[in-house]
């Protein structure tokens, strides 16, 4: 059956990586093309020889793009197929829909949402080369505390429910998440390398068109992927109560 769900997984990744490419076509890639435009800009202004371009603008937005995203999102429908497979029956009384919706919920605020309040995408020609070894390394950190804030809050939520109810577990899960995330971005450095007079307007737009593409990535996955494990599971479920 894990397999079945593996396979169902992929194909809904797929589906929702396509959506995610068209998202990232229509309001994504304009702000990238402003972004190169500002970068071009500055370096004239200041004279500095043009770098050779190794993959043509053309093909980055296209197939580099689709190729990307697919590939990205082909391996999130496998890997949240997986951890759908073991969440099943673990929690509560939550039918194959809303559990699908429940994880993609948390994994887009625990992977995407949070650790990119703190260190946000930025679009190219902003940020320092001789720095991008720290703010890869500070981001993967900040993505490895969340996750870990995520498991002790899932378990305490756990411990609390079984005494007091599930909606004291819940809040008391969220309670301590919030808690551990604010204390670790408050002691996180921050980092912000956007130029003097870089466009606040682009910046604000390529930063909500890159949360769009998360946003419509996982809202895609939850709720395509409910309905199609549900199929799957019935035929299981009806032999068991039979």
């Keep these: 059956m894990t397999g079945r769900l593996l396979v169902r997984g992929m194909l809904v990744g797929l589906i929702a990586g396509i959506l995610a490419f068209g998202f990232a076509k229509v309001f994504g890639e304009p702000q990238v093309d402003r972004a ?13 020889a043009e770098e050779p371009e190794l993959v043509s603008r053309e093909v980055q937005s296209t197939f580099g793009l689709l190729t990307g995203v697919m590939v990205y999102s082909v391996s999130l ?21 809303g559990l699908s919706a429940l994880l993609a919920l948390t994994a887009f605020v625990v992977l995407i949402l949070v650790p990119e309040l703190k260190y946000p995408a930025n679009p190219p020609s902003v940020g320092n080369p001789d720095t991008i070894g720290l703010r890869t390394q500070v981001f993967f950190l900040m993505l490895l505390v969340s ?3 995520a498991v002790i809050a899932i378990n305490a939520a756990r411990k609390i429910a079984f005494r007091s109810g599930a909606w004291a577990g819940a809040i008391g899960g969220v309670a301590l998440y919030l808690v551990i995330m604010a204390v670790a971005g408050t002691l ?13 307007d ?12 998360q946003v419509v990535l996982w809202t895609s996955l939850g709720l395509i992927f409910g309905p199609v494990a549900e199929r799957l599971l019935q035929p299981v479920r009806g032999y068991a109560h039979a």
């Design 147 to 149: 996750v870990v804030a």
């Design 77 to 97: 429908g496998g890997i949240f197929a997986l951890v759908f497979a073991y969440s099943l029956g673990r929690i509560g009384k939550v039918g194959p829909r």
């Design 36 to 48: 190169i435009a500002f970068e071009e800009h500055m370096s004239h202004m200041h004279g500095d």
């Design 188 to 200: 996180f450095p921050t980092i912000n390398e956007v130029p003097e007079h870089f466009s606040a």
């Design 202 to 213: 682009l910046l604000w737009k390529f930063r909500t068109s890159s949360l769009g593409i």
